[in-house]
């Protein structure tokens, strides 16, 4: 038993078995949520950027599946034209570089190297630069977040940009932790499994605009607090659940496992029993986002002025997850849409 890959078993009992996820919206019907205006008009400025790039055809395809302006525009969908704009960059940027850092896996040195390029790169784009670094990235596409920087600097006070800086250097060092999971042949405990996918997930940087996206300053006691963490987690959490249980096919079909799902069947051995578990504990999640929101709300600390931009904020994070959801249905990123039942259920083989 110990000469076989533990992901590679897992994969191969899960293998042929059928999936069914009912209809998650409902979870979320109490939530906003929406589509931008201005996706039409974006798309049509991003699709026509990227048919003038020398792509490769599988590159390009992956491309379209994503739909980057559909995401962002699920995901903030009462932001300003332009704010909307700057954050359909953010999404193709970062998607471009998660990739980039995900296929040096094998070259840890060529890895580290992009780390800490891109973290120089962030610092300058954001008027933070130490002196004595110097960025040597030379790639376009990962130096285009320099427009994205000029656009954040133009609205955040340097406070702000440290606050989103500790987030983004969170992640660039977390990937690390993602390339060591990758090329383990264990799975990890649950524990474990979500206290780096916390991090790797990317989450934190984008949750980093939401401020630039609802067009708010919070009050900075807000940001620090344990209840502000709350409702950050808990969007990360609720994010990364989704996407699991839509994208699994996917994973699967690509060779992995690593997932909350794959690990919950692991441990009880039903592909049912892992789903509902999955379930289960976004409803538990939703419900601890609106305790705590509603708490921080009632607070009588809070100014006029304050409490419309906690509230804005507050109804930003829940697009994220509604937008996400939707997004994940509508987009060809997962190909879960013709799985989908008229009852809005998911039943696939895997």
């Not at 992009?114 to 120089?120: I, P, S």
Request: net charge negative.
């Amino acid at each position: 038993m110990h000469d076989h890959n533990e992901k590679e078993l897992l994969a191969k009992r899960l293998k042929g078995q059928r999936l069914v996820i009912s209809d998650m919206r409902p979870i979320f019907a109490h939530w906003p949520r929406g589509q931008n205006e201005n996706y039409q008009a974006v798309k049509d400025i991003i699709d026509k950027r990227f048919a003038a790039q020398p792509m490769k055809e599988e590159a390009r395809k992956a491309f379209d599946n994503l739909n980057p302006a559909l995401l962002a525009a699920r995901w903030w969908p009462t932001s300003s034209k332009h704010q909307y704009s700057v954050l359909t960059d953010l999404i193709i940027w970062f998607g471009y570089w998660d990739d980039l850092i995900e296929s040096l896996g094998p070259d840890p040195s060529a890895a580290d190297d992009l780390r800490n390029a891109t973290k120089v790169l962030v610092r300058e784009s954001l008027g933070l630069a130490v002196p004595e670094q110097r960025m040597t990235i030379s790639n376009p596409l990962i130096l285009s977040f320099k427009d994205i920087g000029e656009e954040i600097s133009t609205v955040y006070d340097e406070e702000q940009r440290q606050t989103f800086l500790v987030r983004f250097d969170q992640y660039i060092d977390s990937t690390v932790l993602e390339a060591e999971a990758d090329r383990s042949e264990k799975l990890p405990s649950l524990k474990r499994y979500w206290e780096v996918r916390i991090l790797t997930s990317g989450m934190g940087t984008l949750l980093s605009f939401t401020e630039f996206a609802a067009q708010v300053r919070l009050p900075s006691r807000l940001v620090c607090s344990a209840a502000y963490e709350t409702l950050w987690v808990t969007t990360i959490l609720i994010n990364s659940i989704v996407n699991d249980l839509v994208s699994f096919k996917k994973e699967m079909k690509a060779g992995s496992v690593l997932s909350s799902v794959a690990i919950l069947y692991h441990q009880v051995d039903n592909l049912d029993a892992a789903v509902q578990m999955s379930l289960a504990h976004l409803r538990i999640l939703v419900d601890e986002f609106d305790r705590t929101a509603n708490t921080i709300l009632a607070t009588s600390r809070l100014t006029s002025d304050e409490l419309d931009a906690v509230s804005k904020v507050v109804d930003t994070l829940r697009m994220i997850n509604t937008g996400n959801l939707d997004w994940s249905l509508q987009s060809k990123r997962y190909g879960v849409s013709q799985f989908m039942t008229d009852a809005g259920q998911i039943e696939l083989v895997l």
